[in-house]
């Protein structure tokens, strides 16, 4: 007997209402995830270009670490082992919330801030040492001028990278329903168990997925067009 395509199947109904709550869960982890990594990010690049030695030595691991390893693997050991390097106290308010939520946005979090500070630190070197030399001989302090001189600069030379990175945190978010995230990958997952229609539920959410990276591709870069190249 040959497939029987149902598309309707998917994309309205009770199925349609599932699609629709993984996406925002998706979304949601997702974004909270960009935030988080960016702001990591960029504290562990400027660590890496301190005199401090120790500073330098732990940025220089993390980074090191996280980028070398499986995402998979980190999700799995943030969900199954954080119990055994994280304090008691916030093991209870982790636990207390959506755990597999915070597992997720941990593991994605790390993982992509070490990427991005590495894209962040050849960023900077783009830029001549001598305005970092100037802004300190004008007063400012190494982090007022990292601040206000280095950093805008150097986050206008990796905008194309930085959307590589987001991008793949929206696609490698997926990989969080390996733990019990309910975002779209999941809910396609729980579609075709229960109806036996993959195809259409991967289908939707391959669609879906492609529309959120477009929307994303397309807003940084009218966002580099119109506001950093006026800027200039």
Known sequence: MAYQFDWGLVVSGEYGVMLADGLVTTLKISALSIALSLTLGTIVCVMRLTKVKALEWLSASFTEFFRNTPLLVQIFFWYFGSAAVLPVSWNKWLYAQDFEFAAGVISLTVYTAA???????????????????????????????????????????????????????????????????????????????????????????????????????????????RVLRLGR
């Open 115 to 225: 990427f991005i500070a590495e894209d962040l630190r050849s960023g900077i070197y783009a830029i001549p040492k001598t305005q970092l030399e100037a802004s300190r001989a004008c007063g400012l302090s190494f982090l007022q001028a990292m601040g206000y001189v280095i950093l805008p600069q150097a986050f206008r030379i990796i905008i194309p990278p930085l959307i590589s990175q987001f991008l793949n945190l929206i696609k490698n978010s997926s990989l969080v329903m390996t733990i019990g995230v309910m975002d779209l990958t999941y809910m396609a997952r729980q579609i075709e168990s229960q109806t036996f229609h993959g195809f259409e539920a991967f289908t939707a959410a391959t669609l879906i997925y492609l529309s959120i990276s477009l929307l994303v591709s397309g807003a940084i870069q009218i966002y580099n067009v």
